[in-house]
Each structure stands twice: as structure tokens, then as C-alpha cells.
């Protein structure tokens, strides 16, 4: 299957800095890149939808200040989880398709986010 | 996209094939069933998806049910590293990624 690859694997902060996350598809044109995050014991909850060029469509009850997507070229797209707090700490997954090909999405490894 | 029904959890000895099950029965006839599953603390792997036809690949083989309310993931010859959270999902093509996730089906590998 295709590749996507996320990174960091994982980032230790300090509150009230920003993080910003990595997802590239390496191997095929990534139109649509989705944001989730995992609470620990818990499913992905999608956060966000990213098509390129445009700007990120938030799900209900996520902050679009406060998660910054980025989605500039086809084989990138950057999650910025601006002044983190403990509370934002979570695994941070993204996948990607491409529209115009693939009929399924592919998932990069995640990102430990530990806010401290 | 239409809501799945999954066990909590399974075991499966190893060597023995693993039958996931999941009831889709509000399954509209443009959604495909799709099959993820994650190992602990990685990303999502995607593993099957079909739309009524029974589907075959590598790592499995996807069952759907004449009347597409339900179907079974087959791990033919299940291995420990097998072990995982397997999520049955099901949705439209055009919504294909955009995906929302249930609890899925922790399945043990047991030696």
C-alpha cells in the first residue's frame, strides 16, 4: 500500500509553546489529507479535513485557531497545535488519499504529543 | 455513514484462522465496507474493503453477506502480530478517509 509518514513519532513540550506536525505521502499525490487525535483507550476522532490549496474543514467543537492545519502541496500537510496545554496531549494521526485514484485512505504512524 | 456493530473483543489461536464479524444493517447501497486495524500505539493499517462482492488480498479476506447488513474479516492463518483493534467502517467511496471510528474488535493472538 501506499506510504504515509508522519513526523515527529513523538514531541515533548512545554505549555503554552506550539508544535507543529508533519504528514507527507511519499509515494503518491495526496489531495485530501485527515487530521484525527486518540485519547488513551480511546478511538480516532476525526478533527479535520484538508484538501490541497484550500483551507481545512473542522469538525464540531474543534478549535480552528487552535489547530492550525496547513495543506500548501499535494505530499504535505502540517497539523500546528498552537499554545499547547496538558490537555492537548494525545496521539496525533494523520491519513491521505487520492481523490482522483485510491478509493481508501492511508494512515502515517502517528505523533505522541505530551504537553507538559 | 452508516453505524457498525462490533464484538469488544476476541481470541484467536495462533496458527487458526480469525473470523471478525460486523453488523452494518443500515448499510446504504453506495457505502463500501472497510476494514482497518491498529496495533498498538501506531497509526490505522487499512486491510480489505468491498462493496457486495466477497474480496481477497494478502493480509485477508472480506465476506459480505448477500443482503450487505453484515460481513466478516478473515485472518486465514493468524499470527501474534495479528493482535490488534480491528475496525469495521463503512462508507461512501467520496468519504473514503474521512472515516468514523467505533471501538472496533481487540483481537488477541494466543499462542
Known amino acids: 500500500g501506499a506510504v504515509v509518514s508522519q513526523h515527529p513519532s513523538w514531541v515533548i513540550c512545554k505549555s503554552g509553546t506550539s508544535v507543529k506536525i508533519e504528514c507527507r505521502s511519499l509515494d503518491f499525490q495526496a489531495t485530501t489529507m485527515f487530521w484525527y487525535r486518540q485519547f488513551p483507550k480511546q478511538s480516532l476522532m476525526l478533527m479535520a479535513t484538508?484538501?490541497?490549496?484550500?483551507?481545512?474543514?473542522?469538525e464540531q467543537g474543534v478549535e480552528k485557531d487552535k489547530f492550525l492545519i496547513n495543506h500548501a502541496s499535494l505530499t504535505l500537510s502540517t497539523l500546528t497545535v498552537t499554545s499547547a496545554h496538558p490537555e492537548d496531549s494525545s496521539f496525533y494521526i494523520c491519513?491521505?488519499?487520492?481523490?482522483?485514484?485510491?478509493?481508501?485512505?492511508?494512515f502515517g504512524q502517528g505523533t505522541r504529543l505530551t504537553v507538559v | 455513514d452508516a453505524k457498525t456493530t462490533q464484538p469488544t473483543s476476541m481470541d484467536c489461536a495462533e496458527g487458526r484462522a480469525a473470523n471478525l464479524p460486523c453488523n452494518h444493517s443500515?448499510?446504504?447501497?453506495?457505502?463500501?465496507v472497510y476494514w482497518y486495524r491498529q496495533i498498538h500505539s501506531q497509526g490505522p493499517q487499512y486491510i480489505i474493503h468491498g462493496l457486495k462482492n466477497n474480496e481477497t488480498n494478502e493480509m485477508a479476506s472480506l465476506i459480505i453477506t448477500e443482503d450487505r447488513k453484515s460481513s466478516t474479516l478473515i485472518l486465514p492463518h493468524a499470527t501474534l502480530r495479528d493482535t490488534a483493534v480491528y475496525y469495521c467502517i463503512v462508507q461512501s467511496q467520496a468519504n473514503a478517509g474521512k472515516s468514523t471510528f467505533g471501538d472496533g474488535t481487540t483481537l488477541t493472538v494466543k499462542p
Open positions: 484538508s484538501n490541497e490549496g484550500s483551507k481545512a474543514t473542522y
Open positions: 443500515t448499510i446504504s447501497g453506495n457505502e463500501y
Open positions: 491519513s491521505a488519499r487520492d481523490m482522483t485514484v485510491n478509493t481508501e485512505a492511508f
